[in-house]
């Protein structure tokens, strides 16, 4: 009974760190891939080369390699921790990676396809610049929030009383650090 | 057993090349600390004082702060050797570095082999090695070796400590107790976070020890006062102004706004979780670093992008594992080393939490072994793979080391005050007054490294020659404010590598 009261609660304050993602009109630019940027940096980097064999130059700046540094580097935001506890707050966070812990460990015969797509969504925010915002919104907030219910509901069952503490403690820890910090959120993104 | 013990050789050497090679000009110039560490070292060396004439002291006044003395003693050693020059100085902090590495596989060999761990074999075989390899190729772990950082060597010998304490885990041997402690100790006295870290270890490993052998307990008790007894003089230095100076300064608490103790108790323990979960951030490890120009170049993270898989991997099987020797320590030092770089500003900080370096890699390590044995087939494939990704990672990341650095982030090191020192030495005997712009930061402390006893002024951009010094000449350095074609200045310093870019000029007034 404590546990399905206590999801409840998360789940009212997990819809509520709606308020957060509204605020905003875009995420800042460090989410998105931009491939003119990519070349000036690729361009940059050759500028310093001076004295190099054209195929040295070429091992070092190749347009592969920039590219996946580039991506991985805009991915990196969305799985950066101070990104999540704005935006899913620190349960939540913890949630969705309890949600990672328990979906490996299950049966669930799709679980595989299951993984890849959740881990695939921020290609969504990274290279779908056209799509409105609040499209993109639901495609990325919504699977996280649902997935960090199912993490959190995992870890309370699997841990029992201890669970149900932690998540309760991190539940208040929430509540207060987002309290303190509700401003940060404009850090990754641009205000209404 | 000899092919372990060559490639152990081979790690090390490859390790020692990585911190030398070329140490003296790359970082392209000493930066403030290390100049005034080579200040005082010298001094030390040769007067028996400090630059503020104060006789071997414990504590050393520097810019804003007093440093702890370990790191000074050990460059005024070297310099008795070496002279005073850029090696002498940043020697004690790669000597450590690379010796770290070896001492890396030792502890992670004695970890591993503790009766207590129930750990598969081949685990056993395959991580020392991985791990001190992993170590040897760090960027991280390189970049803070290469410079005069007082953390590299108060790891070194927190690591030392742990090592003993490790051995003492093993056979109850007290030497290794008190040996591990006095390490402990030893590296409070070298650099700032230490002074939290290694107290909280010893009260951590003094409890656990304390309940795990009750036969050994007055032992215990007796040495772990000598850990008191030895940081008693840190513990009354730091409740002093001056030693709690460097704390105020950068304390992270200063730049929120909390005038009553409600809010003080409302906001301040958020502000250290935000800071502590910082020191977690993907994009901070794997992306950008913590963006000083100083600890790393830019665009790189603190670890490479191909480990990510394998912290991952590694973290989880920890989480499995029970109760073992090994999942504690590592957590142990996860959770400390960010505990009291949290305090200050800014957050996340690489220098101060160096010391998460090691945990982190004895989880990556964890995670490519678990991943390689448990590989029924291709395994040669894999380790051919995971080779060729991490030399093309590692080949990109000294490229741009030893090439982009040096020019992209030569002012964050200072360089092109050694250049101007080279100018001043040649028009010596040619003026009367040395008078330097304010806006060249320090020069003034890289003239009185690189020369003993020089007068000289140093003043704001306004400044104008005084009447009374018409008949005197003054040999006036001042950045490069724009392209000035003026008969008055008779010479140049310009940054060191090939972009041939003004850094100063010098004008004969």
């Known amino acids: 009974m404590i546990k399905k009261i206590l999801l409840t609660i998360f789940i009212l304050y997990e819809l509520n760190t709606f308020r957060m993602w509204n605020a905003c009109r875009d995420f800042s630019d460090k989410f998105h891939f931009s491939y003119p940027q990519m070349g000036l940096r690729l361009e940059d980097a050759v500028h310093n080369d001076i004295g190099f064999s054209p195929e040295l130059v070429r091992l070092f700046h190749n347009k592969p390699v920039f590219f996946v540094n580039s991506i991985f580097s805009n991915y990196f935001h969305f799985w950066d921790i101070r990104f999540g506890v704005m935006f899913f707050s620190i349960v939540g966070y913890f949630g969705i990676f309890c949600g990672f812990w328990y979906l490996v460990r299950s049966k669930f015969k799709y679980k595989l396809m299951m993984l890849a797509l959740l881990l695939m969504l921020p290609l969504v925010e990274i290279f779908g610049g056209s799509i409105s915002y609040d499209a993109r919104l639901i495609l990325i907030s919504f699977p996280y929030l649902v997935f960090s219910i199912y993490g959190i509901w995992g870890f309370m069952r699997d841990k029992k009383g201890k669970g149900v503490l932690i998540v309760l403690g991190f539940l208040i820890l929430s509540i207060w650090y987002q309290y303190v910090f509700s401003g940060d959120i404009f850090f990754d993104c641009v205000k209404k | 057993m000899k092919l372990n013990k060559l490639i152990i050789i081979l790690i090390l050497l490859l390790a020692v090349f990585l911190r030398f090679y070329r140490i003296d000009t790359d970082p392209p110039g000493l930066y403030i600390d290390e100049v005034s560490t080579g200040v005082n070292a010298y001094k030390i060396l040769t007067t028996g004082q400090d630059e503020f004439g104060v006789p071997y002291p414990l504590f050393f006044r520097s810019f804003g702060d007093y440093k702890p003395p370990v790191y000074i003693y050990s460059v005024a050693s070297v310099m008795s050797v070496l002279g005073k020059n850029e090696l002498a100085i940043r020697f004690p902090s790669a000597a450590a570095g690379s010796l770290s590495i070896l001492l890396f596989y030792f502890f992670i060999k004695r970890l591993v082999e503790l009766k207590s761990n129930k750990i598969q074999p081949a685990i056993k075989k395959y991580l020392p090695a991985t791990g001190m390899l992993l170590l040897a190729l760090s960027s991280w772990h390189i970049h803070f070796s290469r410079g005069g950082f007082e953390v590299n060597l108060a790891l070194f010998f927190y690591l030392l400590g742990c090592y003993l304490l490790v051995l003492f885990w093993g056979n109850n041997k007290a030497k290794y107790f008190v040996g591990g402690f006095i390490l402990f100790a030893l590296s409070a006295y070298t650099y700032h976070t230490f002074r939290i870290i290694s107290p909280l270890s010893w009260l951590i490993l003094l409890t656990a020890f304390f309940i795990k052998l009750p036969k050994l307990r007055k032992k215990i008790i007796r040495c772990g006062v000598i850990f008191i007894i030895l940081i008693i003089p840190i513990i009354q230095f730091s409740l002093t102004s001056k030693g709690s100076e460097r704390f105020v300064q950068t304390s992270a608490f200063s730049e929120y706004k909390a005038d009553t103790t409600t809010q003080k108790l409302f906001v301040y323990p958020m502000v250290y979780v935000k800071n502590y979960i910082s020191f977690f951030s993907f994009d901070y490890l794997f992306s950008n670093g913590d963006g000083?120009?100083?600890?790393?170049?830019?665009?790189?993270?603190?670890?490479?992008?191909w480990q990510l898989p394998f912290l991952i991997l590694g973290t989880s099987w920890l989480i499995k594992q029970k109760r073992n020797a090994y999942k504690y320590v590592v957590i142990g030092l996860i959770s400390l080393a960010p505990l009291p770089a949290a305090l200050a500003r800014p957050s996340p900080h690489s220098l101060r939490s160096l010391l998460l370096i090691l945990p982190i890699t004895i989880l990556i390590s964890l995670g490519i072994v678990i991943f390689y044995i448990n590989l029924k087939k291709f395994k040669k494939i894999f380790l051919v793979f995971l080779v060729i990704i991490a030399m093309y990672d590692f080949l990109i990341y000294a490229h741009f080391y030893y090439n982009h650095y040096p020019k992209v982030n030569a002012l964050d090191w200072g360089a092109g005050n050694k250049q101007i020192v080279e100018k001043i030495i040649k028009h010596k005997g040619k003026y009367d007054y040395l008078v330097i712009d304010k806006n060249l930061n320090f020069t003034e402390h890289y003239v009185n490294f690189y020369m003993d006893s020089v007068e000289l002024l140093v003043v704001e951009s306004s400044w104008v020659k005084p009447k009374e010094w018409e008949k005197k000449k003054v040999l006036y350095i001042r950045p490069n404010y724009g392209n000035v074609n003026n008969e008055q200045i008779i010479d140049r310093a310009y940054l060191p590598g090939n972009n041939n870019d003004i850094y100063a000029e010098i004008w004969n007034l």
Not at chain 2, 292 to 305: A, E, S, T, V
């Open chain 2, 292 to 305: 000083n120009g100083r600890h790393q170049i830019p665009g790189f993270g603190l670890l490479y992008r």
